[in-house]
C-alpha cells in the first residue's frame, strides 16, 4: 500500500490543524494505520493509530485530549486532526499502514510509511 500525507502547515500556539493520509490499495480497512512524528535530532515517535474497522484509537500521553485519530474507509484515508497546538508538536509527521492483530504504538511493527508532512507551531 502506498500512503501519502497532507496537511501540514505553519499554525501559531493553541491552533489547530487536521493531517490527511491517503492510501491507495482496495483493502486500506484491513490495516491499522498510525501517525508518528519526528522533530529535528530526535527519534521517531509514536502519536496514534486507529484499528482498520475504526473502533479502537490509542495516543501517546503528549496528545491524548488534544488530538483525534479517524478514518474514512470509503475514502481511504486516515485524519489526525489536532488541537491546542504547542511549538513542541513542531515535527515532521508520519502515517503508517500495519496489518498486525493488536494496535502497534513502534515504529519497526509498520509495515508501511507515507512521506511525511511537516507541522511547526510557532510561538
Known amino acids: 500500500v502506498q500512503l501519502q500525507a497532507s496537511g501540514g502547515g505553519l499554525v501559531q500556539a493553541g491552533g489547530s490543524l487536521r493531517l490527511s493520509c491517503a492510501a491507495s490499495?482496495?483493502?486500506?480497512?484491513?490495516?491499522?494505520m498510525g501517525w508518528f512524528r519526528q522533530a529535528p535530532g530526535k527519534e521517531r515517535e509514536f502519536v496514534a493509530t486507529i484499528s482498520g474497522s475504526g473502533g479502537s484509537t490509542y495516543y501517546a500521553d503528549s496528545v491524548k485530549g488534544r488530538s483525534t485519530i479517524s478514518r474514512d474507509n470509503a475514502k481511504n484515508t486516515v485524519y489526525l486532526h489536532m488541537n491546542s497546538l504547542k511549538p513542541e508538536d513542531t515535527a515532521i509527521y508520519y502515517c503508517?499502514?500495519?496489518?498486525?492483530?493488536?494496535?502497534?504504538?513502534?515504529?519497526?511493527?509498520?509495515?508501511?510509511w507515507g512521506q511525511g508532512t511537516q507541522v511547526t507551531v510557532s510561538s
Open positions: 503508517a499502514a500495519d496489518q498486525a492483530l493488536k494496535l502497534a504504538t513502534t515504529t519497526r511493527l509498520y509495515d508501511y
Open positions: 490499495g482496495r483493502t486500506f480497512g484491513s490495516y491499522n
